[in-house]
């Protein structure tokens, strides 16, 4: 089953039958291939005793971006805000994620998600943690300017961002002509 999407399709007797296409159509018919991608960028999984000195470790070591695994919409525990602090004042740019499954980021229901905003983490709405480290990888490649970083993460280009969660993802999926 699709994670936080409908299923492209189903297989039944022998043959696809496509409910959504997704595949996208390039206008001009040429592939431009824009490989590379910086190694240094971390998935940090988030949990209840972490300690700030893993962000600082990460800056220590020359990390040039954090992708966090946040709890519920998106949190952290208060003491990694002073690293992520640091991170970001150093240009390294701090995405959010969230670690349910069926998950999107929403940082402002919470003090703790606004207090984290306010520091410039940036949520990536429902992205999963693992495609937001390789986007973030494949980015920082390309540039370091924070607000291009951020914008980039934030731009559907292959359909890892949807734009609202639907119950029909996570539920049993209704398969179109089927009952």
């Known amino acids: 089953q ?7 399709g189903i297989v039944r007797d ?17 592939v431009e291939v824009e490989d590379g991608f910086e190694e240094k960028v971390a998935l940090v999984k988030i949990f209840p005793s972490i300690q700030g000195e893993i962000i600082e470790k990460l800056i ?6 954090i992708v966090l695994e946040g709890t519920g919409l998106g949190h952290t525990p208060e003491s990694l805000f002073s690293g992520i602090e640091k991170a970001i004042e150093k240009n390294i740019p701090v995405a959010m994620t969230s670690q349910c499954i069926w998950g999107r980021t929403n940082m402002r229901v919470y003090s703790t998600g606004r207090d984290l905003l306010d520091l ?16 973030m990888m494949w980015i920082l490649d390309k540039t370091q300017e924070m607000e291009e970083v951020q914008a980039r993460m934030k731009e559907n280009i292959a359909g890892e961002i949807s734009s609202r969660t639907r119950a029909d993802t996570f539920l049993k999926p209704k ?3 089927e009952e």
């Not at 990536?124 to 480290?133: F, G, H, R, Y």
């Open 175 to 177: 398969i179109p002509g």
């Open 2 to 8: 699709s994670i936080n999407d409908l299923p492209l």
């Open 14 to 30: 022998k043959s696809v039958r496509f409910f959504q296409d997704k595949r996208g159509r390039r206008k001009n018919g040429k």
């Open 60 to 65: 220590e070591d020359g990390y040039k971006g």
């Open 120 to 135: 410039g983490v940036f949520p990536v709405e429902d992205m999963l943690p693992e495609t937001a480290l390789v986007k």
